[in-house]
Nanobody, 124 residues
Framework: VQLQASGGGSVQAGGSLRLSCEAS????????IGWFRQAPGKEREFVAA????????YYSDSVKGRFTISRDNAKNTVYLQMNSLKPEDTAVYYC??????????????????WGQGTQVTVSS
């Protein structure tokens, strides 16, 4: 699976962005998908995950209620709708895919395939 993340940009605090993660291949629906982010000088952190069917989602506490993850398996695409953005959301955002035994984890260990990252910058 090859992943291509897009949709990043620069916004002011309180604004919104929608990230997309498009996958190649015909087996996209077999994979759970996660979004992670890494800010300068910080470790990569979990943001959100979605199950293969899209029926289950999971969020970090820092984005819960502001971000929404969804997927369209017909388009091989996962989305991350980000609302009420804060300066602390500034980071490079990565999507990742894996044959997940559970999506309810912050660990990146189950994810085998990673996209190239897209920059999100939120100014105050």
């Amino acid at each position: 699976v090859q992943l291509q993340a897009s949709g990043g940009g620069s916004v002011q605090a309180g604004g919104s962005l929608r990230l997309s993660c498009e996958a190649s291949g015909r087996t996209f629906s077999r994979y759970g998908i996660g979004w992670f982010r890494q800010a300068p000088g910080k470790e990569r952190e979990f943001v959100a995950a979605i199950s293969r069917s899209g029926g289950d989602t999971y969020y970090s506490d820092s984005v819960k209620g502001r971000f929404t993850i969804s997927r369209d398996n017909a388009k091989n695409t996962v989305y991350l709708q980000m609302n009420s953005l804060k300066p602390e959301d500034t980071a490079v955002y990565y999507c990742a895919a894996g044959l997940l035994s559970t999506i309810f984890t912050h660990s990146s260990a189950q994810y085998n395939y990673w996209g190239q990252g897209t920059q999100v910058t939120v100014s105050s």
